[in-house]
C-alpha cells in the first residue's frame, strides 16, 4: 500500500516517512503541495498524509484537488498540524479530510490512525 506524504517540516516529514516505512507501506514524500500533487498524478497512492501549512499549494487545496479528481476522491487522507483551533479541524473535514492529527502527536496514536484508514480501503 503506497501513502503519499507532503509536508514542509523535515522533521515530521522524515518521522512519518519512518513510521510508515517501518510499518511496511510504501512512501512517497514531497515539501510542498504542488510536487506532491504532480507526484499524485504521475504515480498514485492508496492514501494521503498531508500538511496543512504545506508551500505552493497547502493542504487544503491539495485535499481538494485530490477530492475533485475521479481516480482518487475516495482516498482515505490525513491531516497533519501543528494548528489546534477546531476551526482548522473543521476547515479540514469540510474540505473532505477523513482524519485530522495536530502536531506533536504520539507515533502510536498516528500508526492507529494509519491503519483504521488502511482497514476502509481493504474493505473495498
Known amino acids: 500500500m503506497k501513502v503519499l506524504v507532503a509536508d514542509d517540516d523535515d522533521n515530521f516529514k522524515d518521522l512519518v516517512v519512518e513510521l ?12 510542498n503541495g504542488r510536487l506532491a500533487w504532480d507526484r499524485l ?5 492508496d492514501m494521503a498524509v498531508l500538511g496543512v501549512n504545506v508551500p505552493e499549494m497547502d493542504g487544503f487545496e491539495l485535499l481538494k484537488n485530490i477530492r475533485n479528481d475521479e481516480r482518487f476522491k475516495n482516498m482515505p487522507v490525513l491531516m497533519l498540524t501543528i494548528r489546534a483551533f477546531a476551526d482548522d479541524q473543521v476547515q479540514g473535514y469540510d474540505t473532505g479530510a ?10 502510536d496514536e ?15
Open 98 to 107: 477523513d482524519d485530522y492529527l495536530t502536531k506533536p502527536f504520539a507515533t
Open 41 to 45: 498524478q504521475a504515480e498514485g497512492a
Open 110 to 124: 498516528f500508526l492507529s490512525r494509519i491503519k483504521v484508514l488502511e482497514r476502509r480501503i481493504l474493505k473495498k
Open 20 to 31: 510508515l516505512t517501518d510499518a511496511g507501506f510504501e512512501v512517497a514524500a514531497e515539501i
